[in-house]
């Protein structure tokens, strides 16, 4: 089983970057190509590609799906909306931040518009809630919730619209897929000028891309699952590059674990829409054969970065990882890019 303690490393707090960089495709890229490493801002990314390449990026949209409340005993609570699970019985799974909270205990939010009942714990933080309202649950939290935005960003933000990316278009995540944060309209054009095309899939990122890493998903190798879906056309483009032998480049870890849940073990995108449950850490066997990844420095032992070093290679990443903290590179949602091949 994998030791996550071989998946940490060091990284002073003020590397954690509190803002995105004042325009988006200016933020520093670490550009890794086999042992090589090239610092770069990310707009000269323009400089990296290569006429009939394919970037596969996630267009899903953060949602506002936060709410605050009280218990019935007055002691505050905090609400994420994860996903309806029964909408005849009005029941969530969410998560909930508060102190003592037990099953059967009541929520009250936006002064008893809505209603809750704690039904079961799952686990970390996660709970099943029934909810009670006279408004539909969705237009509540349309016209009342909030972005919620990484525990590790500790300053409000001026401008919550660069907590999305430019070609989100889908409701449906609670968090970012950040990689493409650095993406601009322009950026976009200049690749399409230079033969490269943009395909878009949709991941809704849920709990599992941030959740903390236990045992049991080490050993079942297991995440919570996460809705995605991918069109006949997106999925044509694919192959269509593949059968060329240009690159595929995926943009995130989210688009890299939609892309892996929909194609089999031939190359071949099967399976277009579906809950993905996809655990991907080194020693994974890759089915889709992806030439380069466009990816944000993540968090010591997480999912994430397990993933990309299953892609990259452990000792490649962590030594650029090195590297990037060496050079005051900015880390996590708001942070830098690395670019890399897969070794």
């Not at 029934?130 to 001026?158: G, H, M, R, V």
């Not at 941030?210 to 995440?223: A, T």
């Not at 990037?324 to 708001?334: D, G, I, K, L, P």
């Not at 942070?335 to 897969?342: E, H, I, K, L």
Request: aromatic fraction near 10%; charge should be positive.
């Amino acid at each position: 089983m994998i030791n996550l303690a071989d998946y940490n490393y060091l990284l002073p707090k003020d590397r954690i970057a509190q803002k995105p960089a004042e325009k988006r495709d200016h933020s520093r890229l670490l550009v890794l190509e086999n042992k090589n490493i090239k610092h770069r801002q990310f707009y000269q990314i323009i400089d990296e590609i290569e006429e009939g390449d394919v970037f596969v990026v996630n267009n899903s949209k953060v949602i506002a799906s936060t709410l605050k409340g009280k218990k019935e005993t007055g002691g505050k609570v905090e609400i994420l909306f994860l996903r309806e699970i029964n909408s005849q019985e009005n029941e969530w799974e969410c998560l909930l931040k508060g102190r003592k909270l037990r099953v059967e205990g009541k929520l009250n939010f936006l002064d008893s518009q809505l209603i809750g009942t704690i039904m079961k714990w799952k686990k970390s933080g996660q709970f099943i809630v029934k909810f009670t309202a006279d408004t539909p649950i969705q237009d509540l939290l349309n016209e009342y919730a909030s972005i919620t935005l990484p525990p590790y960003i500790k300053t409000p933000q001026d401008d919550i619209s660069r907590y999305q990316t430019v070609y989100a278009s889908k409701d449906g995540s609670i968090a970012a897929p950040t990689a493409g944060f650095h993406f601009t309209r322009d950026i976009i054009q200049k690749m399409d000028n230079n033969g490269a095309k943009f395909v878009e899939i949709t991941l809704h990122v849920g709990y599992s891309t941030f959740m903390r890493l236990d045992n049991e998903i080490l050993s079942n190798g297991q995440m919570d699952s996460e809705y995605f879906t991918i069109s006949t056309e997106s999925a044509a483009v694919i192959e269509e590059c593949l059968n060329r032998n240009d690159r595929l480049i995926v943009v995130g870890t989210t688009t890299m674990k939609a892309l892996e849940s929909a194609t089999n073990q031939n190359g071949k995108i099967k399976k277009l829409r579906g809950w993905s449950t996809l655990f991907i850490a080194p020693g994974y066997s890759f089915n889709l054969k992806i030439s380069r990844m466009v990816t944000n420095f993540h968090l010591p032992k997480s999912s994430p970065l397990l993933m990309v070093c299953a892609f990259a290679g452990k000792e490649r990443i962590l030594n650029a990882y090195k590297e990037a903290v060496s050079n005051n590179y900015r880390f996590y949602s708001f942070g830098d890019a690395m670019f890399c091949d897969s070794g």
